[in-house]
């Protein structure tokens, strides 16, 4: 599946499945060291934004790579490794970096809304990256560390793929057995 419509059907199954859970549903956590719905919603919120800036920077004022975008030797290996820490079914647990991170608190239920709407900005900025990312190898800076560079394309890659990763977390989520009576409020 394309990045694009893989960005779209998430969105559609959050709405579908997520969205008539109660705020102890969306908070329940299988155990104290994993995340809860609410907080693999946060994260992806909290992830995804940092890439908003460079967005808007392209569609902006256009493609003007730093000195370091334009002679890093480390590019392609980045992007691999990007690739391998965003794939949708995990090899490893890998702790996020955290910038990333989300919140250790409770999170109100208002965050199916705001993963709904934070799914459509995303979803117009990479519908707009999308011709430029075919005209040239664009190469932007990871928001975690401007050493860390890789192609756009590479990145919008990767923005789905994590997505998938931790919706497939927050369905594991849903469908533990332990998870609290969908009728219980």
């Known amino acids: 599946m394309a990045y694009l419509e893989q960005i779209e059907h998430i969105g559609e199954y959050v709405r579908e499945n997520f969205a008539l859970l109660n705020e102890e549903q969306l908070n329940w956590k299988p155990h104290p060291d994993k995340w809860s719905i609410a907080q693999c919603l946060e994260h992806l919120i909290?992830?995804?934004s940092k890439y908003f800036p460079a967005f808007e920077k392209l569609l902006q004022q256009g493609y003007h790579p730093s000195l370091w975008q334009s002679i890093s030797p480390l590019s392609?290996?980045?992007g691999k490794k990007l690739l391998e820490f965003t794939t949708t079914?995990?090899?490893k647990k890998?702790?996020?970096?955290?910038?990333f991170a989300p919140s250790k608190s409770t999170i109100d239920a208002g965050i199916i809304q705001r993963f709904l709407e934070h799914q459509q900005q995303l979803l117009q900025y990479l519908k707009q990256l999308k011709p430029i990312s075919k005209q040239n190898k664009i190469i932007?800076?990871?928001p975690v560390s401007s050493l860390i560079t890789f192609d756009l394309r590479t990145a919008m890659k990767?923005?789905?793929q994590h997505e998938q990763r931790h919706i497939n977390q927050a369905n594991n989520v849903l469908h533990h057995s332990q998870f609290p009576d969908k009728f219980h409020h």
Not at 94 to 99: A, D, H, N, R
């Open 89 to 91: 079914i995990p090899g």
């Open 94 to 99: 890998i702790k996020s970096p955290s910038l």
């Open 158 to 160: 990767a923005v789905a």
């Open 76 to 78: 392609e290996m980045c």
């Open 46 to 48: 909290n992830s995804n």
């Open 140 to 142: 932007i800076s990871s």
